[in-house]
């Protein structure tokens, strides 16, 4: 299964970003990191990093034709990006939202997001670790016929 990891906005500045809620690991090596455990997970990988709204936006829609799924950090957007939303809503895709930091425990701004809604699930709060079992995640869902317990939207 070929799967797109996408990084939002500022994950470009890992390891020197707030290190002390990020950790050191620059965003390259995270993503050797994801590159090794998808190969051992039998998953081809490619990762992508943009800050901004609308090429996040773009990588999604192209994402359409490639993938069979996509482990998405939105960053911020997370909190507030409506177009995100309705971008991972619209491809039909699954998709699983991961947060390095815990954000339910920071500031009230960051315990809303409303790009999880239109997700599958949410890793938050496990460092690079969430991104390895978002893709451990993916590798299961088709192997589900209940639907994941995804509920309608209302
Ligand atoms: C983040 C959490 C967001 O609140 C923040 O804006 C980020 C990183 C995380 O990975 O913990 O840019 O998505």
Do not use: W
Request: with cysteine; aromatic share 6%.
């Amino acid at each position: 299964m070929r799967v797109l990891v996408l990084h939002g906005p500022n994950l470009n500045l890992l390891g020197e970003r707030e290190p002390q809620i990020y950790g050191t690991q620059t965003l390259v090596e995270l993503d050797a990191a994801i590159a090794a455990a998808a190969q051992a997970l039998g998953i081809t990988v490619t990762c992508e990093q943009y800050n901004g709204e609308g090429a996040l936006i773009d990588a999604l829609h192209a994402s359409r034709e490639k993938y069979s799924g996509i482990v998405i950090n939105p960053g911020a957007y997370a909190h507030y990006s409506y177009a995100i939303a309705d971008a991972i809503s619209a491809i039909g895709l699954p998709v699983i939202e991961v947060h390095l930091s815990n954000i339910a425990a920071r500031e009230s701004f960051r315990r809303t997001s409303v790009t999880a809604a239109a997700c599958r699930a949410v890793f938050s709060g496990l460092g690079a670790d969430g991104y390895v079992l978002a893709l451990r995640a993916l590798r299961e869902l088709p192997a589900r016929s209940d639907g994941g317990g995804r509920q309608p939207a209302r």
